[in-house]
T-cell receptor
Framework: KAGVTQTPRYLIKTRGQQVTLSCSPI?????VSWYQQTPGQGLQFLFE???????NKGNFPGRFSGRQFSNSRSEMNVSTLELGDSALYLC???????????????FGPGTRLLVL | GQQVMQIPQYQHVQEGEDFTTYCNSS?????IQWYKQRPGGHPVFLIQ?????EVKKQKRLTFQFGEAKKNSSLHITATQTTDVGTYFC?????????FGAGTILRVKS
């Protein structure tokens, strides 16, 4: 089975711009979660999508949004970029997603975003 | 909300020495997961612990889940250079997975 893929792998943007990142989960997985990883803050949960619906959301401003398509692929969008948005953005997929008994999260390679 | 704390933040060991990272939660966890992230890589799932007092082994790695299900540890015996990376624990908070800040392991050969 192919793993989780993310595009693009690297991105440089300037403040005020917007960016869209894409994630293709493992075939058959219906849940996609997004995380922001920075040296200072570690792995921070952004949101989770399951069957095209946002099921869970972390504590990020409304500039961060996402969506999921019928084929389970997901995109996340960050509008009005700030310097502090520079980070590694990871997506992770699982079959059923988060719940009382957590499933294994399979992470993609990430998109490294640099905001200048 | 629930916090998952990990210590130490960073550990530098000589090859062959043992290494332990500890994870503590402010609330009881239904389960805990451990991940490893190699430098420049992405987190990779290692194991999940569910039962109180559970101990699981993977070759030189030993994982424990505390009796109260509020803490966990990962112990590596006789570290090797291939063990370098950041080790994360993660526990559920409602329907979200909360990660600890991670322990960075460096191994001197």
């Amino acid at each position: 089975k192919a793993g989780v893929t993310q595009t693009p792998r690297y991105l440089i943007k300037t403040r005020g711009q917007q960016v869209t990142l894409s994630c293709s989960p493992i075939s058959g997985h219906r849940s996609v979660s997004w995380y922001q990883q920075t040296p200072g803050q570690g792995l921070q949960f952004l949101f989770e999508y399951f069957s095209e619906t946002q099921r869970n959301k972390g504590n990020f401003p409304g500039r961060f949004s996402g969506r999921q398509f019928s084929n389970s692929r997901s995109e996340m969008n960050v509008s009005t970029l700030e310097l502090g948005d520079s980070a590694l953005y990871l997506c992770a997929s699982s079959f059923l997603g988060t719940g009382t008994l957590q499933e294994t999260q399979y992470f993609g390679p990430g998109t490294r975003l640099l905001v200048l | 909300g629930q916090q998952v704390m990990q210590i130490p933040q960073y550990q530098h060991v000589q090859e062959g020495e043992d290494f332990t990272t500890y994870c503590n939660s402010s609330t009881t966890l239904s389960n805990i997961q451990w991940y490893k992230q190699r430098p420049g890589g992405h987190p990779v799932f290692l194991i999940q612990l569910v039962k109180s007092g559970e101990v699981k082994k993977q070759k030189r790695l030993t994982f424990q889940f505390g009796e109260a299900k509020k803490n966990s540890s990962l112990h590596i015996t006789a570290t090797q250079t291939t063990d370098v990376g950041t080790y994360f624990c993660a526990g559920p908070q409602g329907n979200k997975l909360v990660f600890g800040a991670g322990t960075i392991l460096r191994v001197k050969s």
